[in-house]
């Protein structure tokens, strides 16, 4: 579901999401490596599984690759309300996601985006689109730590 927020915390009013759906991952086959099954919401069917190199069998991106892939998605997604709501002409949007590791002894893992963005805009423009990317709520989350809660069913 989408809802429009006018709060100080968005004062851009982009739709954000408000409430998401259960996703279920399980084993596709225990003894056969690390492929996993995933359904989103009992909709949408993924895949996830590792490189050859690791023991998996590559049926699927890694997880690590889902996330850089929700954050690119996400992205994308979030700059594309916002030009919409601008009324900016702006053809194509894409992005691309990089992740390495902090620097020794930093804990920190770092996602890089690589906006690309067609259309005639002048360079305040093109500086919020920067901003903006910021406000998906997958960058949050990444940004901001949230926390894990894992419990034994």
């Avoid at 892939?69 to 916002?82: D, H, I, P, Q, V």
């Avoid at 709520?137 to 730590?145: M, N």
């Amino acid at each position: 579901m989408l809802g429009f927020f006018t709060n100080e915390e968005n004062k851009e009013g982009l739709a954000m999401a408000v409430h998401y759906r259960e996703v279920s991952v399980w084993e596709e086959d225990a003894a056969a490596g690390w492929a996993q099954e995933i359904s989103v919401g009992g909709q949408h069917k993924l895949k996830a599984d590792e490189p050859e190199a690791l023991g998996g069998k590559d049926t699927g991106a890694t997880p690590m690759e889902m996330l850089m892939s929700a954050l690119g998605a996400c992205t994308t997604m979030t700059l594309r309300m916002y030009v919409r709501q601008k009324g900016w002409a702006v053809g194509k949007l894409a992005v691309t996601v990089t992740h390495r590791r902090g620097a020794e002894g930093e804990k920190r893992d770092i996602f890089h985006r690589a906006l690309k963005v067609e259309g005639a805009l002048d360079e305040a423009q093109r500086a919020r689109l920067v901003e903006i990317a910021d406000k998906c709520p997958v960058s949050r989350a990444l940004s901001e730590g949230g926390g894990v809660e894992t419990e034994l069913v």
